[in-house]
């Protein structure tokens, strides 16, 4: 009995597999995991490996059109985008068809062992119920043999007939997939009936569509960090590096702060290729001398802290002059409460999508992070929210859409660790990774315009992109 036991087995593996490729493997392969044909009560996701990055495109109940996008992949849309994504759909449904008949050609095979297994087993329990008929005149040792077997074949009979239902049920995948095919084959039909003419302004059309869907785009939650793609090497180990996030898209000028501390030069560029070639532009010499790293350029001027005190400066390039000065009221400063690696990194000035912000720790807060919304002309406080999350044990901190995002370390291994939504006054813990490549992060702050994190990397000027979740929402929507 042991080698029938084990081709027995065999086949309940292989019926295993049947169900498991069943649930997971078709789905994928027909696309009803991922994408669905689309009707105006329905949502389609889209999984797009370049260009516009649209999570999903529907219209509500209302009839109004909701879009989500992830930001900010910037290659345009493939003209042929849906022309070579139905033909992708198309071999796979092919592929998948010869590897229904290559199945289908095994459960054949392990069907005909299976009917046979079942007659010997009818004929085994004929066979049994004869001799126990006449057990008297057989020996005790030789029934209870046969009585063991017949056992361990008795609960396989359930098993035999599930497996003629799922045989059944192959048969009827194999149909489904002929009918889809040749569904799919029409609509390929159909679309290339299409002018290509007509196709090529079809798409033209989209793309300004999508451009002004993303012009709505607000705010979204950072979901991801990549790069660092390396700009520049140059200057001591601390530094800070910054374009203006409201200039225009034709003012890219970069400006470049060395050192943290006992520097007030400024130096300029019209350009991050003339910031690569070290044509510089222009010099600024500040009236005061900075302190740590987290300067912010926002609107045209420069906002930094003032070396040993409290004390914010707004600083113009246009006029070339100090424009407002105010102390941030019970901000420590001069080391401390800094950020993990020190260097005067007490107050961290920074931008986003809302406004100004500065980011910093008291001793009321018991120091912890303190976040405050500035009036950009005045550098008052208008509000502040006081966070749990102690300043001295943060790598660094930005400010994406309202909620800051600090990282645990600013050494090899940090990530985005703890978020603060100034929006609900709620924290949650995170684990967003990125690659410190250099080991030392002294400056890391977001630029709105550029959708991108600037950082000062062991003397090393990097870019980080970001992606952000949007949810997009027409005019009509409250």
Not at 238 to 266: C, H, Q
Not at 283 to 305: C, I, M, Q, R
Not at 368 to 378: K, P
């Amino acid at each position: 009995m042991s080698l029938p036991l084990l081709k027995l087995g065999a086949v309940l593996s292989t019926m295993a597999m049947i169900s498991n490729w069943m649930s997971q493997t078709l789905p994928s392969l027909v696309g009803l995991n991922t994408t669905r044909l689309s009707t105006p009560d329905t949502l389609t996701q889209i999984s797009p490996k370049e260009g516009w990055q649209v999570y999903s495109s529907a219209q509500d109940p209302d009839g109004r059109c909701i879009c989500t996008v992830v930001a900010p992949e910037q290659n345009l849309c493939s003209r042929d985008a849906k022309s070579r994504q139905l033909r992708q759909l198309l071999e796979k449904v092919q592929n998948m068809s010869q590897s229904i008949e290559v199945l289908n050609l095994r459960t054949q095979r392990d069907f005909q062992y299976v009917l046979k297994m079942e007659t010997q087993m009818k004929g085994l329990k004929a066979k049994f119920r004869q001799i126990e008929d006449d057990r008297k005149t057989l020996m005790t040792k030789h029934f209870q043999e046969l009585k063991e077997k017949m056992d361990e074949l008795l609960p396989l009979i359930p098993v035999l007939e599930q497996y003629k239902t799922d045989a059944k049920l192959i048969t009827q995948f194999k149909e489904e997939i002929r009918n889809l095919s040749a569904v799919l084959t029409g609509i390929q039909e159909e679309i290339g009936a299409y002018d290509y003419e007509e196709l090529h302004q079809r798409v033209l059309s989209l793309e300004t569509r999508l451009r002004d869907c993303m012009k709505k785009l607000t705010c979204g939650k950072l979901m991801k960090i990549t790069g660092p793609i390396t700009v520049k090497t140059s200057g001591t180990r601390f530094g800070a590096w910054m374009t203006d996030p409201l200039a225009s898209e034709k003012n890219n000028r970069v400006w470049y702060m060395d050192s943290y501390t006992n520097n007030k030069i400024v130096r300029e560029y019209k350009s991050i290729a003339d910031f690569v070639s070290g044509a510089e532009s222009r010099t600024y010499n500040l009236p005061f001398k900075w302190a740590g790293t987290n300067h912010v350029v926002y609107n045209g001027s420069l906002y930094f802290n003032k070396y040993q005190s409290n004390i914010i400066i707004k600083y113009s390039f246009d006029l070339g002059r100090v424009l407002a000065q105010r102390s941030l009221e019970y901000a420590g400063f001069h080391n401390v409460y800094p950020y993990t690696w020190g260097g005067f990194s007490d107050i961290d000035l920074m931008a986003d999508e809302i406004g100004l912000w500065a980011v910093y720790a008291t001793n009321q807060n018991a120091g912890n992070i303190v976040i405050s919304q500035l009036n950009q002309d005045t550098l008052e406080v208008m509000k502040s929210w006081n966070t749990g999350y102690p300043k001295r044990s943060a790598g660094e901190s930005f400010m994406i859409c309202g909620t800051l995002y600090v990282t645990n370390s600013h050494l090899t291994g940090a990530k985005v660790y703890y978020s603060y939504s100034t929006k609900t006054s709620t924290y949650e813990y995170t684990d967003i990774p990125f690659h410190n490549q250099y080991f030392h992060i002294s400056m890391l702050d977001y630029n709105a315009r550029d959708r991108a994190l600037y950082a000062w990397n062991n003397g090393h000027q990097v870019l980080f992109n970001v992606t952000l979740f949007h949810i997009i929402k027409t005019e009509d929507d409250t």
